[in-house]
């Protein structure tokens, strides 16, 4: 069974960081496109970051870019988002999940972990 | 970026009613590229419908999704316990991909 399993979720201070992982079960990371999805309490869903199979293309999207850094272990099945300067608005609970990709392009996501809560406040 | 605009916010049903949800896009999705997701509290996003009407593997045929353009629907044809949950569409036509802010189908 394909599982992904988040952690590294917390409460932190605007302007603060922290490393989120996500540990991959059933398939081999290695040949996968994944993604970092988010979803503000009471709200939708807001694509955060892809990272292609080989590790050296990303995207971000333009909310995070310039604070937030994806990457991945493949020899661990592991995926990493790091996450610098945080803002109020960044609060929201963190997805990973498969992402369906081609020509560089994400498609959509399938599956998708239960996510880790970051909370960011004063 | 593309909006998508889903509605009814809140769509209130009986079991073994049919449920139709409609996601709009503020510009044409390009070639059908649409998909929806089922939400349950506390769960994580399962996918439903990709391309716009091809079921995902293990999802029941009860769900259908149409459309093309700008307007696409999700069609529950009789409404089980376990489908009363929030559905997201999400469009993977054009950079960065968009999801709409959900519908909520809840028993009446």
């Known amino acids: 069974e394909v599982q992904l399993l988040e952690s590294g979720g917390g409460f932190v201070q605007p302007g603060g960081c922290l490393r989120l992982s996500c540990v991959a079960s059933g398939f081999t990371l290695r040949s996968s496109a994944m993604s970092w999805v988010r979803q503000a309490p009471g709200k939708g869903l807001e694509w955060v970051s892809v990272?292609?199979?080989?590790?050296?293309?990303?995207n971000y999207a333009d909310s995070v870019r310039g604070r937030f850094t994806i990457s991945r272990d493949d020899s661990k099945n592991m995926l990493f988002l790091q996450m610098n300067s945080l803002r109020v608005e960044d609060t929201a609970v963190y997805h990973c999940?498969?992402?369906?990709?081609?020509?560089?392009?994400?498609?959509?996501?399938?599956?998708w972990g239960q996510g880790t809560l970051v909370t960011v406040s004063s | 970026e593309i909006v998508l605009t889903q509605s009814p916010g809140t769509l209130s049903l009986s079991l073994g009613e049919r449920a139709t949800l409609s996601c709009r896009a503020s510009?044409?999705?390009?070639?059908?590229?649409l998909v929806w997701y089922q939400q349950k509290p506390g769960q994580a996003p399962r996918l439903l419908i990709y391309a716009a009407s091809s079921r995902a593997t293990g999802i029941p045929d009860r769900f259908s999704g149409s459309g093309s353009g700008t307007d696409f629907t999700l069609t529950i044809s009789r409404l089980e316990p376990e489908d009363f949950a929030v559905y997201y569409c999400q469009q993977y036509g054009s950079s960065p991909v968009t999801f709409g802010q959900g519908t909520k189908v809840e028993i009446k």
């Open positions: 510009q044409s999705v390009s070639s059908g590229y």
């Open positions: 999940a498969k992402a369906v990709a081609w020509n560089d392009e994400v498609r959509w996501f399938d599956p």
């Open positions: 990272i292609y199979s080989g590790g050296s293309s990303t």
